[in-house]
């Protein structure tokens, strides 16, 4: 069967747009903390449909994907707290100039709702709710819990954590922890602030003292060995767009 003069034309054309759209698609491997999931899997879908770039994202825990860069993993963009990248820009595994600044993900302490609202907005009354607690429930610090290993040094910075310890229960990860306090197994949770945004039953003590430390620094660096460094480069800045600060704040954490 022949094909119309125009046909073959409209095929042609057809043909080049979609080689035009696709020839500058990139696959791009995300090394990140688990605390930015939720932000990630938001903008992920905007993020592909407007550069034609794919996100292959995986996550861990601070230290699990600190250990996979360090071991030289194939991929191109890590997120991270910054004195992690800072480290890897040393090790020469992020390319220089490349970090860019993303969210800060402040800890956060939680009680049941309705219960009383603790004034814990200095080192003092910081200090004074704790001890009162019956139990404090808080992420496992062995599995590298940003948040769990922030709050065992909180404890030793304050000089209670002798007294806490019969009061500690440890938990699998930071939303595990928010539900404790929403099940009512455990009346005050520690855990990063994110974790209790939107959980029912859950209200946060804030505001917390300005101590070092006590809000997380997300970054995102391009790695060193990356396959796709503009595409990589093109999503660390599409995340530190102002037009995704919404997102960020809606999720738990703060823009920049």
């Known amino acids: 069967m022949k094909m119309s003069f125009v046909g073959a034309t409209a095929l042609l054309c057809l043909g080049l747009a979609w080689f035009t759209g696709s020839a500058g698609a990139a696959e791009v491997k995300v090394l990140s903390t688990g605390n930015m999931i939720s932000i990630l899997n938001e903008v992920k879908g905007e993020f592909e449909r407007s550069t034609g770039h794919k996100l292959v994202i995986e996550t861990g825990s601070t230290t699990r994907i600190k250990t996979r860069v360090e071991a030289d993993e194939p991929a191109d963009l890590t997120i991270n707290e910054r004195f992690v990248l800072e480290d890897h820009l040393r090790q020469a595994?992020?390319?220089?100039?490349?970090?860019?600044?993303?969210?800060?993900?402040?800890?956060?302490?939680g009680v049941r709702a309705g219960a009383p609202k603790s004034d814990i907005s200095s080192?003092?009354?910081?200090k004074r709710t704790l001890l009162s607690a019956e139990s404090i429930a808080y992420p496992d610090p062995s599995g590298g819990a940003q948040d769990g290993t922030y709050f065992v040094h909180l404890m030793r910075q304050l000089g209670i954590?002798?007294?806490?310890?019969?009061?500690?229960?440890?938990t699998m990860g930071g939303d595990a922890a928010a539900q404790a306090v929403a099940s009512g197994s455990a009346p005050i949770g520690v855990a990063q602030r994110r974790n209790f945004i939107g959980l029912s039953g859950v209200q946060l003590l804030e505001p917390l003292p300005d101590l070092?430390?006590?809000k997380f620094l997300m970054v995102a660096g391009v790695l060193a060995n990356a396959r796709e460094p503009a595409a990589a480069t093109a999503f660390a800045k599409f995340l530190s767009s102002p037009a995704r600060a919404a997102v960020i704040t809606a999720k738990g954490m703060e823009p920049y």
């Open 123 to 126: 080192v003092d009354t910081l």
């Open 212 to 214: 070092p430390g006590i």
């Open 161 to 170: 954590a002798e007294q806490l310890k019969p009061k500690i229960k440890l």
């Open 93 to 109: 595994r992020i390319a220089t100039g490349s970090i860019v600044d993303i969210a800060r993900s402040p800890l956060g302490i």
